[in-house]
């Protein structure tokens, strides 16, 4: 019986072939393409760091799970091992529980989504949020489900593709989840949403500033 820790004893195995392209790297690029969680964690934490200095806990333990994720996905991609697949999933599992747990909201729904938001940036982030999260499952759908076609026309990295789109959608998603921390549970700052580096970019990368706190009469 194999050890948990061999190479290739977990009970999933992606569409792309094992150890084409390195004796020591089972799925290369699917291992490769984790280096976006590792850009995305301190990307999140330098962009938005007026939000991180007054909420410091969670933006530093949020990105630290981040990093966790990026770190297991590429052990697990690169030995297949049952304990890297395990570490892999708790690792997205934990990160979504922390999320939740620092960052859901007191009341249940955001008066924002329960009327109208009449912030046209807030609506064009979500929009491109949303987007990337289409793709990025429509290619881990790929990969498990269409394995045999791209195989055939000797493309079977799709599942490297949702790595670098879920980290794209994550850099959306989280300056849209901080908009509204600060908005309902931060009454002194206003938020604003910026882009980097700039609004005239084609591609842009959103973040949250805050506006100077309200000055108490």
Partial sequence: ????????S??????EGNFERSPVIAEYYNTISNVSFFILSPALLYLNRQYCQQRTVPMYIISAMLLCVGIFSTYFHMTLSYVGQLLDELSILWTLAVAYAFWYP????????????????????AAVMVVWWVLAISSWISDRWLCGLWQAINFPYFHSFWHVLIAMSLLYCCPLVIYFDVNYEMPSFRPKLEYWPSDSWPIVVPYVTLEEPHKQC
């Fill in 1 to 8: 019986m194999p050890s948990i820790f061999s190479y290739q």
């Fill in 10 to 15: 977990a009970e999933v195995d992606w569409c």
């Fill in 106 to 125: 007191r009341v249940y729904f955001p008066r924002c989504i329960k009327s109208r938001c009449d912030d046209k940036r807030v609506h064009r982030m």
